[in-house]
């Protein structure tokens, strides 16, 4: 059974980058064809889909995020990682990693999903 595991900081001061790394197991990001994607929900905006990295390692990004995300990978520690720069505190967020085979997650009940991270941007 697929297991994911968020981690990194809690805390990120506005026009820093936010980086976060999934840590896989029981599943390879490399193997199988699954989409490994970044998503993150807050009360007022609700869930969004952040983007995605292939097991080919090609990658895809939300249009409206896309100047300031960057994912990538490490199939040698089978993670993937979510860096997002200049960061305000509308960022503030629960990030999710989720492996499905869709790209764009539809909700929850969808794929499998690590239990979440909360970052906070704030100086």
């Known amino acids: 059974q697929v297991q994911l595991q968020e981690s990194g900081p809690g805390l990120v001061k506005p026009s820093q980058t936010l980086s976060l790394t999934c840590t896989v197991s029981?599943?390879?990001?490399?193997?199988?064809?699954?989409?490994w994607s970044w998503l993150r929900q807050t009360p007022v905006k609700g869930l969004e889909w952040l983007g995605a990295?292939?097991?080919?390692?090609?990658?895809y990004y939300s249009p409206s995020l896309k100047s300031r995300t960057s994912i990538s990978r490490d199939t040698s520690k089978n993670q993937f990682t979510l860096a997002l720069s200049s960061v305000t505190p509308a960022d503030t967020a629960v990030y999710y990693c989720?492996?499905?085979?869709?790209?764009?997650?539809?909700?929850?009940?969808?794929?499998?999903w690590g239990q979440g991270t909360q970052v906070t941007v704030s100086s």
């Open positions: 990295i292939s097991s080919t390692g090609s990658t």
């Open positions: 989720v492996r499905d085979s869709r790209l764009v997650v539809p909700g929850k009940e969808f794929g499998s």
């Open positions: 029981g599943d390879s990001i490399a193997a199988n064809y699954y989409y």
